[in-house]
């Protein structure tokens, strides 16, 4: 029992640690602060300059640009089956 709470204590450590991060910036889609929550903690991150938050927050917005990447590869697969599927219909 002692082993797992110092690993859940390592673990929140781990977490708890700041690491630095730059949101890309545009004046347009990309312009507003980011709101990033996990578990009931909250911060929001200024766009385009270099900021310390902790690492629980920068993972959550790895999680979100990786799934992103994602559905733009599924919605490009998507778009070429459904191309594909009309040149053969003719």
Not at 14 to 29: G, H, Q, S
Not at 53 to 67: C, G, W, Y
Request: hydrophobic share 40%; with cysteine.
């Amino acid at each position: 029992m002692s082993n797992e709470i110092n690993n859940a204590a390592s673990v929140e450590a781990y977490l708890d640690e700041y690491v630095a991060v730059k949101l890309f910036r545009d004046n347009d889609r990309y312009k507003d602060d980011v709101y990033v929550a996990v578990n009931g903690h909250n911060c929001v991150i200024k766009r385009g300059e270099w900021v310390k938050i902790k690492r629980k927050f920068a993972l959550v917005l790895d999680q979100s640009e990786l799934q992103d990447m994602q559905t733009a590869e599924m919605l490009e697969a998507e778009q070429n089956r459904f191309r594909a599927a009309e040149e053969a219909r003719g």
